[in-house]
Nanobody
């Protein structure tokens, strides 16, 4: 199993970025795929999930309406479209999933597979 994130960078507040997570060794269509971020000096924070069973998506309140998670099953890739970025969105962003799935999306310690992360820095 391998997850490889890309698309991070340094942007100004109000900007947009699209993160990608290319998966191999398993099929994303059969798994609930999440994005988790870790800001400097803080613990991991779950921000979004795409649920495989029904394609329902869920978000942390602070990113709802600004971030969108979606999958391209043909490319076995998960994306996170981020708009209206704020300074507080600065973090390393990881895609992750649990096998078995975590008991709750915000139980970050229960995710068993993680990518290496991609840095997003929002600063003027």
């Amino acid at each position: 199993v391998q997850l490889v994130e890309s698309g991070g960078g340094l942007v100004q507040p109000g900007s947009s970025l699209r993160l990608s997570c290319a998966a191999s060794g398993f099929t994303i269509a059969r798994n609930d795929m999440s994005w988790v971020r870790q800001a400097p000096g803080k613990g991991p924070e779950w921000i979004s999930v795409s649920i495989s069973e029904n394609s329902v998506t869920k978000y942390l309140d602070s990113v709802k309406g600004r971030f969108t998670i979606f999958k391209d099953n043909t490319k076995n890739t998960v994306y996170l479209q981020m708009t209206s970025l704020k300074d507080e969105d600065t973090a390393v962003y990881y895609c992750a999933f649990g096998d078995p799935p975590p008991s709750a999306w915000r139980h970050e310690a229960e995710y068993t597979f993680w990518g290496q992360g991609t840095q997003v820095t929002v600063s003027s």
